[in-house]
């Protein structure tokens, strides 16, 4: 029972987005980069929720299997997460800047940290680099951990700082909510 009411905010946080999900992708137009955007961030959001519940699930676990699998979702956990802070601050730039591309060489250099945080989190149940998970099925952090954070948390100011630098760019009535989809997460997170 404890363990449900430690993941109460995250059932109750993925249910809602499945519902969103649902209602989204019968509505909105697929062929649309930004509802792709859209539903592509909500899939995100809802696969770290499930990864973060099934790791805290699985947390002091000890079978061989129990490890294994708190492994895989720990590694999941820290790859999505600064997938879906890139895909969220091109979310942004494309309601920003309606109809403009980034440039390509740009896109690829934003990508490094991406790439770099998926190669560490991969290594991580071999080296200990994000995390560990000993015997007992006790995560830790590892040393490398706060890269992680900072290749997911860059990409949410970038969003945020777009935003405010860009505001008479955005439709009022929108300013807040969009402001708001890169504050939440961030509090959260902190």
Same mark, same amino acid.
């Given at each position: %029972?404890? #363990? ?13 987005? #499945?519902?969103?999900?649902? /209602? ?5 137009? $697929?062929?649309?980069?930004? &509802?792709?955007? *859209?539903?592509?961030?909500? *899939? +995100?959001?809802? !696969? ?19 490890? @294994? ?7 999941? !956990?820290?790859?999505?997460?600064? @997938? ?5 601050? *091109? ?13 390509? $060489?740009?896109?690829?250099?934003? %990508? ?5 945080? /998926?190669? /560490? ?6 080296? +200990? #680099? ?13 040393? !490398?951990? &706060?890269?992680?954070?900072? &290749?997911?948390?860059?990409?949410? /100011? ?5 935003? !405010? $630098?860009?505001?008479?760019?955005? #439709? $009022?009535?929108? *300013? ?12 959260? +997170?902190?």
């Amino acid at each position: %029972m404890e #363990l449900i009411f430690k993941n109460q905010v995250n059932i109750t946080v993925f249910i809602t987005l #499945l519902l969103v999900c649902i /209602i989204a992708f019968r509505k909105l137009d $697929k062929r649309d980069s930004l &509802s792709r955007s *859209f539903l592509i961030t909500c *899939f +995100g959001v809802m !696969l770290g929720l499930l990864a973060e519940s099934t790791t805290e699930f699985l947390s002091g676990a000890s079978s061989p299997f129990s490890i @294994i699998m708190n492994n895989f979702f720990s590694v999941l !956990l820290f790859i999505v997460a600064p @997938i879906m802070s890139y895909n969220f601050f *091109f979310f942004i730039y494309r309601i920003v800047f309606q109809g403009k591309i980034l440039n390509k $060489k740009i896109r690829l250099i934003l %990508m490094i940290p991406v790439i770099s945080n /998926i190669i /560490i989190s991969m290594l991580s149940p071999f080296y +200990g #680099l994000f995390f560990s998970i000993d015997n007992n099925g006790i995560y830790s952090r590892g040393p !490398l951990w &706060s890269l992680s954070a900072f &290749s997911t948390y860059i990409f949410v /100011i970038a969003g945020i700082i777009l935003i !405010l $630098k860009n505001q008479n760019r955005i #439709l $009022k009535e929108d *300013f807040w909510l969009i402001l708001g989809i890169g504050i939440i997460p961030g509090l959260g +997170g902190i």
